[in-house]
């Protein structure tokens, strides 16, 4: 079933929302001040190697939280063309519309419910290492 035109409106706030959160989070994150990273230990003199342990953790930390804010910010921008381009809501997979409610709670969802248990299960191994 096709989104009405209201459940278009209130997917679109959704995802503008979740942007701007996202832009905001960012923004936060690179004016931050008060967290040690290992240049703050290295000026500090007398740092160990559980103080620089700790400093790489917080680095590492902080780079995979703006990876995964950036990576969400590509997911809405390719939502938000795919609903000017009138493709929104309609699965990778098997063409058919997805539910207002799965899009509702994941409104940069590729593919419908059943789809995606499918894909999850097929590509469940990928970059697991095996003995």
Do not use: W
């Amino acid at each position: 079933m096709a989104l009405t035109a209201e459940q278009q409106k209130q997917l679109e706030l959704a995802l503008k929302t979740r942007y701007q959160q996202l832009i905001d989070e960012v923004r936060e994150e690179l004016g931050k001040d008060g967290e040690q990273h290992f240049a703050d230990f290295a000026e500090a003199g007398g740092s160990d190697q559980g103080d620089e342990s700790v400093a790489d953790a917080l680095a590492d930390i902080a780079a995979a939280r703006a990876d995964r804010q950036v990576n969400e910010m590509r997911d809405i921008e390719a939502a938000r063309k795919h609903m000017k381009q009138g493709e929104y809501g309609v699965c990778l997979e098997c063409d058919e519309a997805m539910q207002f409610e799965r899009l509702l709670a994941y409104p940069t969802a590729l593919r419908c419910v059943r789809c995606q248990q499918t894909h999850e299960k097929t590509h469940a191994s990928e970059g697991t290492p095996s003995l």
